[in-house]
């Protein structure tokens, strides 16, 4: 059975601070990692995919990979209060290019202003 | 880039009825995939089009449920006999070939059954 594990939070910080998301897989060959935001009674909305161990930067997103550990996180700087949502972590079902995402619950995030 | 569009974005129905739920995919995509979400809970697979292939399908979709793709490229997903149990959100999304699973949600079709 593959898994992706996340803690459901809610994780809450101040405005302006670090936002740290982590998420754990349980399939090793997974490939293909996702980190998608979801507004409350929106559908989730693609922020962030990484393929390749280490980290991977857009704007005041950072995505960090560790395959041998099957660890997944998400940092968000200088957090604001528009960040307030749930986040998804999701991991390719298949060791391929094909095939279906595997998600997590999500990790509720509330930025305090 | 017009995104991947679902109708009804609501749609409230009677416990036995039937309903239906077209997407619409990114234009250049040919990959198309339906997941259900229900509360507190991450999207759930329940099955993938390649073109007008339907290449998978999860056991969360039951007898009641089939979805087609006739000419690769809009989709439908119906339930027969609806339950209440089917009461969710019901995600499209879509990918291309070669993207590396990177897929594109819709805005979803909430379903409640009375």
């Known amino acids: ?113 | 880039d017009t995104g991947v569009s679902q109708d009804p974005r609501h749609k409230i129905t009677k416990r036995g009825q039937n309903v239906t739920f077209r997407c619409d995919p990114i234009s250049e995509h040919n990959r198309l995939y339906w997941y259900r979400q229900t509360l507190g809970q991450g999207p759930e697979f329940l099955t993938y089009f390649q073109n007008e292939a339907q290449l998978e399908k999860s056991r969360l979709l039951s007898d009641r449920f089939s979805a087609e793709r006739p000419k690769g490229s809009f989709s439908t997903l119906e339930i027969q006999r609806t339950e209440q149990g089917d009461s969710a959100m019901y995600l499209c999304a879509s990918s291309r070939t070669g993207a590396a699973d990177t897929q594109y949600f819709g805005p979803g079709t909430r379903l409640t059954v009375l």
């Open chain 1, 1 to 113: 059975q593959k898994e992706v594990e996340q803690n459901s939070g809610p994780l809450s910080v101040p405005e302006g601070a670090i936002a740290s998301l982590n998420c754990t897989y349980s399939d090793r060959v997974s490939q293909s990692f996702f980190w998608y935001r979801q507004y409350s009674g929106k559908s989730p909305e693609l922020i962030m995919s990484i393929y390749s161990n280490g980290d991977k930067e857009d704007g005041r997103f950072t995505a960090q990979l560790n395959k041998a550990s099957q660890y997944v996180s998400l940092l968000i700087r200088d957090s604001q209060p528009s960040d307030s949502a749930t986040y998804l972590c999701a991991v390719n079902g298949y060791g391929g290019s094909q095939g279906n995402l595997i998600f997590g619950k999500g990790t509720k995030l509330s930025v305090k202003p």
